[in-house]
């Protein structure tokens, strides 16, 4: 027996499938928010903190003098490095690693990088079936860019190479190289 508050209950379900079936429809309509990755690329932010790589200098010489001041601030210690030397007393690193696997991507080694060799860039396709593949060696670090910061070279600003070309041109005053900022 159909009671008057069952016919209103059976009139609100109704009400509401239709109402659903609308919202539903409406959005279908709308400009789709999902990207198709990997069949359509993905615009990433510049802001964005991905690989990281060793950068150079506009004249093809390494950034990087191995402080270490990353390797300090990395918080998960997941760099590490070797100090050398060449004949013009100029810092090189000899060994330059990076545990990819155990890197969080937090930005504190750039941060503290005084020459900006070391640069997260918008690479994120990293994954491996291998965590031996994501022990990155300098050779797997260090390429041919100056990434970011095009004109910058910490030997021509801070003019510490006892024989540096540069040093007559360049016009730029010394930097405080113990503040630790380029
Ligand atoms: S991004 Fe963070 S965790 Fe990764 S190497 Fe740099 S400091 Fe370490
Ligand atoms: S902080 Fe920069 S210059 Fe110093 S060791 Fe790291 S990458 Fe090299």
């Not at 060793?54 to 918080?75: I, M, S």
């Not at 020459?115 to 593949?133: G, H, M, P, V, W």
């Amino acid at each position: 027996m159909f009671t008057l508050k069952k016919i209103k209950n059976i009139i609100i379900s109704i009400g509401t499938i239709i109402r659903s079936i609308y919202l539903v429809g409406l959005q279908a309509l709308n400009k789709r928010e999902t990207i198709l990755y990997p069949d359509k690329p993905i615009c990433l932010s510049d802001r964005f903190r991905g690989k990281i790589v060793l950068t150079k200098n506009q004249d093809g010489t390494e950034r990087c003098v191995a402080c270490g001041l990353c390797a300090v601030v990395c918080p998960v210690n997941c760099i590490f490095l070797q100090k050398s030397e060449d004949s013009n007393g100029r810092w090189y690193p000899k060994i330059f690693q990076i545990n990819m696997a155990r890197c969080i991507f937090c930005g504190f080694c750039e941060e503290a990088c005084p020459t900006l060799a070391i640069q997260l860039t918008k690479d994120f396709e990293l994954s491996s079936y291998s965590r031996n593949s994501l022990l990155y060696k300098k050779h797997d670090l260090l390429v041919s860019s100056t990434g970011k910061y095009h004109s910058y070279n910490f030997y021509h600003k801070s003019k510490l190479l006892k024989s540096n070309k540069c040093n007559n041109k360049c016009k730029a005053k010394p930097v405080d190289t113990k503040s630790l900022l380029p």
